[in-house]
């Protein structure tokens, strides 16, 4: 898709305008999650990307590989270390429709909460399986 489809369905999603600076990028901050959704646009691809937190114990890192296997708790995404305490969840999407891509960044979001939270408890990142059973049925979209 071109920038300006990518615009018009980025706009509609969270109803606002939306527009790519001359390095391709751009980012939307969300109140409820309160998070920085950045957008990277590339040749064929949209990179979304958010920080989620940081480690507090080197044990969390377990739990982040625990949520990677299979996407299970990132909803498509893939948590990674930026560097050696920030934890950045990215995801890479190609041409989609309004809707399709609507789930996608709801999708995203809803991992990218999920993790923020994760990261701020004091025990480790332990994935539980009943925290995560929504992201494996359908989800009401957060965007319009």
Same mark, same amino acid.
């Not at 998070?35 to 920080?51: F, G, K, P, S, T």
């Not at 909803?75 to 989609?96: C, F, I, P, W, Y």
């Not at 701020?120 to 399986?129: F, G, K």
């Given at each position: 898709?071109?920038?300006?489809?990518?615009?018009? /369905?980025?706009?509609?999603? &969270?109803?606002? #305008?939306?527009?790519?600076?001359?390095?391709?990028?751009?980012?939307?901050?969300?109140?409820? #999650?309160?998070?920085?959704?950045?957008?990277? +646009?590339? &040749?064929?691809? +949209? /990179?979304?990307?958010?920080?989620?937190?940081?480690?507090?114990?080197?044990?969390?890192?377990?739990?982040?590989?625990?949520?990677?296997?299979?996407?299970?708790?990132?909803?498509?995404?893939?948590?990674?270390?930026?560097?050696?305490?920030?934890?950045?969840?990215?995801?890479?999407?190609?041409?989609?429709?309004?809707?399709?891509?609507?789930?996608?960044?709801?999708?995203?979001?809803?991992?990218?909460?999920?993790?923020?939270?994760?990261?701020?408890?004091?025990? #480790?990142?332990?994935?539980?399986?009943?925290?995560?059973?929504?992201?494996?049925? #359908?989800?009401?979209?957060?965007? &319009?």
């Amino acid at each position: 898709m071109e920038k300006m489809q990518w615009e018009k /369905v980025l706009g509609d999603t &969270v109803g606002q #305008p939306v527009s790519f600076d001359e390095f391709s990028l751009t980012a939307v901050m969300f109140e409820e #999650p309160k998070m920085i959704v950045n957008l990277e +646009l590339r &040749v064929n691809e +949209l /990179v979304i990307y958010a920080l989620v937190g940081e480690l507090i114990e080197e044990r969390q890192m377990r739990g982040l590989l625990e949520g990677n296997c299979l996407w299970n708790s990132t909803n498509g995404a893939t948590l990674s270390l930026l560097d050696e305490k920030r934890v950045l969840l990215a995801m890479s999407v190609s041409h989609q429709d309004q809707l399709r891509f609507s789930e996608l960044l709801s999708g995203f979001v809803d991992a990218a909460s999920y993790w923020q939270q994760k990261l701020l408890e004091a025990e #480790p990142a332990t994935v539980d399986a009943q925290d995560m059973s929504g992201f494996s049925s #359908p989800r009401s979209s957060l965007f &319009v």
